[in-house]
């Protein structure tokens, strides 16, 4: 098994060499990390094979559990002064519907909260005042339908209507989220295939949560073989996906080979596995973040994830894009979910300490800036 | 006549002699309960027998004063890390029309503020945008018609159509409170009973406030004998309720008794009869809860405590339902209620210490999380 935190220690002794770089941005960031790392960097790894626990609820440790503050400072850009707007993420959210607004609108202003330029959120026209109306801060497109305001002879011609309004924009974006408070429609549902397909063809990266979970573990095909599109599933959606997939059953015994074998059966797209500790796999490794959180279990916590790990999934890529980066051989997909289960699980755990048992998504989102300075400084 | 905190006592005891969960969060709870009852617990309860008095204004003392605060350490569920979304409380408000917006949200969001995981609103398709627009943190679904929206020939397929919606999430729920800002249109009152008796079918408990009790009153049947039920009348709700049920006027004098009666007459449902102090029965015993309030009396307070008494209701019977736990003789109706009301007072106590003459609904439910808290702290 590689480590994250191998490639980071060469990146960080090339920076310490190269001290006529002494006062770029780059270089203070990688010397923050040399000051947080400090010497007890190899203690960070902790390795755990195969220990036999009894209790069914212990997730099994046969994964890595990563040093996630590491991941989030290494992938995190440094402020540049010289940067336009856009370039530190443009993120958009497809979903929301008559019924679920609060979905897409806590997974689209988390992205603005973790530091994403721009956020949107393509949503049907029921949706779009309510979502508007939560924050002035997004940028909200009423375009998608459901079946109940199309007449059957129109779906073709509104169904390309719908793809030419998102193809409009679509480059733009370093990351899709697709599923928070989707919903279920037919039809909006085959829109949204036909815009995963466009996304795919573009190689903008793809979160997927709630129904958006409900689209691809019934038509696999749809993900399968991209190694930018990142699953999100709960304990329900996990169950389905196994069932689906490896036509078994969910074994707690041997989640982490269970979830490679779910991976890699998938093509190698990226899962990560909500639980008490999350686990992360591309079909290659298996990282877990355990990081305490909050026992608190509100509804909406999964649409901060999905709009945080885009977020980082975007700073991420334009890394590993970099060949002469570090971390030019590490999965991006993989990197933005350490860090953006990280950072929700911090958020979480700060806002349960003030608010305690009537802690509410809202109070969680408001603690994400602070969770981030905690670990990476701004300045 | 049982006392609640009989119960508590026994259950006390054996926590304290099993000393090996001494590091579960069972037990945790259970610590908790014995160092705040401490020596006092006898004295905590007060029995009034027969006393008379001459003003008019005074609630008769029949009816135990319990010690509401153990009800609320009792049934209140510890935290533990491996829980899922939605099992600590999945609830359901059926109110929310054209002219109504305000109830169906003060209940709902109150729902969320005692600890529930998720909460939902059925409302009318003019009452969603609104509902929404006050908090994502809501679910709210736009599934009620009312008579000016629905011709006459319509109205058979579209009750059958709500009806299909609501079957589709009714099995989820633990509770649902009907009736906050529900309005008194004919038709939408026939989708409702329809509802309560698809519920009464699940075995789902449902609280009934405002113009649900305006329905249940003049159709005694959705209700009766449903030992599940509870009724939240303010002063003019019991008054109509005493007059139709019992064909008398209501006496100050043996409020106690009179109560008790009524619940009976209804077949076991649990009163919560609202004033100076809150008298609880559900046709076997009669209990009180006097803890200082506030002496505001802005609209909405009732909302606050349909919502709360919905949450403590279901963790009620979730207790309850476990032939081994101590509170399986208890009748979790009276404990969810006995419950909410406290919680109510406290916080409306200490949002008009701070907020006074100008102290409004919005002010009590963000005191809602501390008086929890103080009473029972989350870790």
Redesign the interface.
């Known amino acids: 098994m590689k480590h994250v935190m191998n490639s980071q220690l060469s990146f960080l002794n090339c920076a310490n060499t190269c001290m006529l770089l002494a006062s770029s941005p780059v270089f203070r960031r990688h010397h923050l990390l040399i000051r947080s790392l400090g010497v007890g960097v190899e203690g960070a790894i902790h390795h755990h094979h195969h220990h036999t626990y009894s209790s069914t ?1 212990m997730q099994d440790l046969n994964s890595v559990e990563v040093d996630a503050e590491s991941v989030i400072r290494a992938i995190t850009p440094a402020f540049d002064l010289s940067k336009h707007k856009g370039q530190s993420g443009n993120i958009a959210v497809i979903g929301g519907c ?5 979905a897409p ?2 997974a689209a202003i988390s992205a603005l909260k973790i530091g994403a330029d721009l956020s949107h959120v393509f949503c049907t026209k ?1 949706a779009a ?2 979502i508007k ?2 924050s002035p801060e997004l940028i909200v497109h009423p375009i998608l339908e459901e079946s109940y305001s199309v007449r059957e002879e129109d779906k073709k011609i509104i169904s390309s209507k719908v793809l030419a309004e998102v193809d409009k924009w679509i480059e733009r974006f370093d990351c899709l989220v697709i599923g928070p408070g989707l919903g279920r429609d037919p039809f909006l549902l085959d829109c949204v295939s036909e815009i995963m397909r466009h996304a795919r063809q573009s190689n903008i990266p793809i979160v997927i949560d709630g129904d958006g979970l409900f689209l691809v573990t019934n038509n696999l095909d749809l993900v399968s073989g991209y190694a930018l599109a990142v699953l999100t599933p ?3 959606e996990y169950k389905r996906l196994v069932q689906k997939v490896l036509s078994s059953e969910v074994n707690d015994q041997d989640a982490t080979q269970q979830l490679l074998s779910l991976a890699k059966q998938i093509g190698g797209v990226t899962i990560l596995k909500k639980g ?1 500790s999350d686990l992360i796999s591309d079909g290659e490794t298996v990282k877990s973040v355990s990081i305490y959180g909050s ?7 999964g649409d901060i994830l999905s709009g945080s790990v885009a977020v980082f999934l975007s700073w991420a890529r334009q890394l590993t894009a970099d060949p002469n980066s570090n971390l030019s051989s590490k999965n991006p997909t993989v990197l933005g979910c350490i860090a953006g289960s990280a950072i929700l699980r911090k958020a979480a755990s700060l806002a ?1 300490s003030n ?8 109070d969680i989102i408001e603690c994400l800036g602070k969770s981030v300075e905690d670990v990476c400084p701004a300045a």
């Open positions: 609820n008559r019924e679920y607004t609060g609108y806590f029921d005042p309510v109306s939560y709960n304990f329900n008490k026992p608190r279990r509100c509804g909406g916590q349960f608010k305690k048992r009537s802690t509410v998504t809202g």
